[in-house]
């Protein structure tokens, strides 16, 4: 039996559907799909009593406190959340004997580099939340079997929702766009991640921390231009700004982009980040780039 917990976000209800359509529904059972209102993770006990109850094999971990600057004011939902609810799915895990899979993020590195992140690269986050991801990595750690999955730029998921959607949406509707031309990331497209989180577990690859992410590296700004290209917008809709002219409560990095080589060895390879832009862009809108 699989249990996902927090359902109902961008890549917990992308995983959800995934594995209906794998399982059909003579086995549904064979899933129980948890939201937030059904369990509130930060209760330990209730994470611990749900384990024990329903007996997983597999535990994935959707849930999270995203709010990179809420987190600086309030980091004791950040670390409940993003740290203590993962090391109470981690014991449970040891306890009814199940793998443990969980998500972290690219903000664990402080970004002070110019090439891409590896799973081994000595973290440094700067800020409450990228600490709080980090600590759950270290927890998720003491489950007998873990993938901890780093994600970044994430898109893609039914509520549509992400930066990438907002800046789809402001090309469509014509208005101006502000997007970073000096934050270098991975983006993750959601169906990616899903299905490199399913064939890693399937192949019953080596746990521990994996970069998940679309294959490649861009700006902020070189992704919204690909996006306005697929779209057909005018990319003088589009209006570079530095990270240094911004004001965030919470400090990002600079150059954020992950290797996946890692994930590759391990037999799973994941499209380039133009590939699963221009497929999410033709997804949302039909009749794009026909
Ligand atoms: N989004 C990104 O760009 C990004 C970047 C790097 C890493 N990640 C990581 O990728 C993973 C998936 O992110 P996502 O974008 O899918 O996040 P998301 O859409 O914000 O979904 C997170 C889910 O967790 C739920 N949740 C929050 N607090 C909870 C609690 N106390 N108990 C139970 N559920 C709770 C939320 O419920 P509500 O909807 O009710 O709040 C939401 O459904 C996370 O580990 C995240 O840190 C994401």
């Known amino acids: 039996?699989?249990?996902?917990?927090?359902?109902?976000?961008?890549?917990?209800?992308?995983?959800?559907?995934?594995?209906?359509?794998?399982?059909?529904?003579?086995?549904?059972?064979?899933?129980?799909?948890?939201?937030?209102?059904?369990?509130?993770?930060?209760?330990?006990?209730?994470v611990g009593d749900a384990i024990r109850r329903h007996g997983p094999a597999l535990i994935v971990n959707c849930t999270a406190y995203n709010d990179v600057d809420g987190a600086e004011e309030d980091a004791t939902t950040a670390l409940s959340v993003n740290a203590f609810a993962v090391q109470a799915m981690a014991r449970g895990a040891a306890e009814v004997d199940a793998t443990l899979v969980h998500y972290s993020t690219d903000f664990v590195f402080d970004g002070e580099t110019d090439r891409p992140y590896r799973e081994e690269d000595r973290a440094r986050p700067l800020s409450a939340y990228g600490a709080s991801k980090l600590l759950g990595e270290w927890f998720a750690a003491d489950a007998p079997r873990h993938y901890v999955l780093r994600v970044e730029s994430l898109f893609g998921g039914p509520a549509a929702r992400s930066s990438f959607d907002k800046i789809i949406a402001g090309l469509v509707a014509g208005r101006d766009v502000a997007v970073f031309s000096d934050r270098i990331v991975s983006p993750s497209y959601v169906e990616h991640v899903a299905d490199a989180t399913l064939a890693l577990v399937s192949r019953r690859a080596a746990g521990g921390v994996y970069h998940c992410v679309n294959t490649g590296a861009t700006t902020w700004y070189d992704a919204a231009r690909h996006i306005a290209?697929?779209?057909?917008?005018?990319?003088?809709?589009?209006?570079?700004?530095?990270?240094?002219?911004?004001?965030?409560?919470?400090?990002?990095?600079?150059?954020?982009?992950?290797?996946?080589?890692?994930?590759?060895?391990?037999?799973?390879?994941?499209?380039r980040w133009e590939d699963a832009l221009t497929r999410y862009v033709d997804k949302t809108l039909p009749g794009i780039g026909s």
């Open 1 to 46: 039996m699989i249990l996902v917990l927090g359902a109902a976000g961008q890549l917990g209800a992308t995983i959800v559907e995934r594995l209906r359509r794998r399982t059909g529904a003579p086995e549904a059972a064979a899933l129980i799909a948890l939201t937030r209102r059904e369990l509130d993770v930060a209760d330990a006990r209730a």
């Open 229 to 271: 290209t697929r779209l057909g917008a005018p990319q003088s809709l589009l209006k570079p700004v530095s990270i240094n002219d911004v004001t965030l409560r919470a400090r990002r990095p600079r150059y954020c982009a992950l290797a996946n080589e890692k994930l590759r060895r391990a037999g799973v390879s994941m499209p």
